[in-house]
Nanobody
Framework: QVQLVESGGGLVQPGGSLRLSCAASGTSFSLDVMAWYRQAPGKQRQLVARIARGGATIYADSVKGRFTISRDYAKKTVYLQMNNLKPEDTAVYYC???????WGQGTQVTVSS
């Protein structure tokens, strides 16, 4: 059974940084396309960043130049480095395996002074 466990969320001031981690188990990981999504209160869940098997990445326009997705094959972990955080980045962040589809439990990120 595939499990995705996120960590690294918290409260940060505007302009600050956080790094989210998503540890995968029950999968080879090396062939998996992985992504980060987020859902703010009252809004739909939206794609933040995605990383393909070969390392190609895509980002939502709202986070380009501030967020970086990466993966460590040995640790079966995908990361989301978030810099220059803004209040509008506040949301629950979810890790997702694209196919087959699995979701993590989510981690709260709050950007506030």
């Amino acid at each position: 059974q595939v499990q995705l466990v996120e960590s690294g969320g918290g409260l940060v001031q505007p302009g600050g940084s956080l790094r989210l981690s998503c540890a995968a188990s029950g999968t080879s990981f090396s062939l998996d396309v992985m992504a980060w999504y987020r859902q703010a209160p009252g809004k739909q869940r939206q794609l933040v960043a995605r990383i393909a098997r070969g390392g190609a990445t895509i980002y939502a326009d709202s986070v380009k130049g501030r967020f970086t997705i990466s993966r460590d094959y040995a640790k079966k972990t995908v990361y989301l480095q978030m810099n220059n955080l803004k209040p509008e980045d506040t949301a629950v962040y979810y890790c997702k395996m694209i196919e087959p589809e699995y979701w993590g439990q989510g981690t709260q990120v709050t950007v506030s002074s």
